[in-house]
């Protein structure tokens, strides 16, 4: 099973910035997906943006859409989350995950992702 750990979860005003990393142990295939979803106290795990191994661009929930940038390093088997523009409603627990695309172009569904990070917490205050 692929290892993730995640790291730069802080604490940040609106309207500033963070990037989150996740280090991957491996890339099992050539073609591997993976993605970014949060997690806020009392609600579901939603995503947030998704990338694979052979894609050009990310995708993104519509709520980040503008924001946040996903990026993936092949060489370093590292992802990246650029958050900018920071709101309130960003706070949350942030998980990377990975999973095989399945025929996909991207991944964006939690019960699709075998792989999961513990999570890097993100706090955003005005």
């Known amino acids: 099973q692929v290892q993730l750990v995640e790291s730069g979860g802080g604490s940040e005003q609106a309207g500033g910035s963070l990037r989150l990393s996740c280090s991957a142990s491996?890339?099992?295939?050539?073609?591997?997906?993976m993605g970014w979803f949060r997690q806020a106290s009392g609600k579901e795990r939603e995503g947030v943006a998704a990338i694979s191994t052979v894609g050009t661009t990310g995708y993104y929930a519509d709520s980040v859409k503008g924001r946040f940038t996903i990026s993936l390093d092949k060489d370093k088997k590292t992802l990246y989350l650029e958050m900018n523009s920071l709101k309130v409603e960003d706070t949350a627990m942030y998980y990377c995950?990975?999973?095989?695309?399945?025929?996909?172009?991207?991944?964006?569904?939690?019960?699709?992702?075998?792989?999961w990070g513990q999570g890097t917490q993100v706090t955003v205050s005005s």
């Open positions: 491996e890339f099992p295939l050539a073609t591997y997906c």
């Open positions: 995950a990975a999973s095989a695309c399945g025929g996909r172009w991207y991944v964006f569904r939690a019960r699709d992702y075998n792989s």
